[in-house]
């Protein structure tokens, strides 16, 4: 078991975290598995402060995703993610004068549902930077950064993020222009049988 963010970190540098150990762990913890309106299913499992360290899922069906049309986002936090298994695909936008129009929706939080509602302020925004990362490699986002990530590739992806909470402020997410006033999404535990079944198709123990 990691007893601590900075020895987590310190094995995910070396390449020595085992995705087995990390879902027992969370298992121990009793730190349940959630669908992700980003398609991706969350367990937090170490907390220090500001400090997370949290195991990210991303199985091959995409019958998690709340919407594709609001998948670009931000985050109230910095955070570096080491890719376990699969692929995943980052791409960074930014604000331009040139770039198609959307729509801006302000996230919330009540109990375990997500809640975006619109605003009144309108963004165009275009792509700066699209990386893929396989496994074994690491990418790092800024509190603020507009930005999406998919799993790319026929294999589930498996990430480990450790964020470090920095703003107090709503995060923000894209919407399209004509988009409704409100999305809400219901972040529902996932079943073990679930979560190892999207697992079952990985050499988990190597």
Known sequence: ????????????????????????MCRNLR????????GFISS?????????ARLH???????????RDTQIHDHVFDFTSWVLFGV??????ATSE???PFMLYSASYAGSKSILKKTNDVVRLVAKNVTLHPAGSVYSVK?????????IG????????????????APLVIGPINGPGMYEYDRFVVSDADVDAILGCLEIGS
């Open 44 to 52: 937090t499992f170490l907390s220090e402060g500001a400090w997370n």
């Open 143 to 151: 509190a603020g950064q507009l930005h999406e990530t998919r799993r």
């Open 31 to 38: 730190a349940p598995f959630r669908a992700h309106p980003l």
């Open 1 to 24: 078991m990691y007893k601590s963010i900075a020895g987590l970190e310190c094995c995910l540098r070396k390449g020595l975290v085992n995705i087995s150990d990390i879902v027992n």
């Open 88 to 93: 995943v695909q980052n791409t960074e936008l």
């Open 154 to 169: 026929g294999s589930p992806a498996v990430t480990v993020l450790i964020t470090n909470t920095v703003s107090s402020d």
């Open 57 to 67: 899922i991303w199985p091959l069906s995409d019958d998690k995703v709340q919407d």
């Open 98 to 100: 040139i770039g198609d």
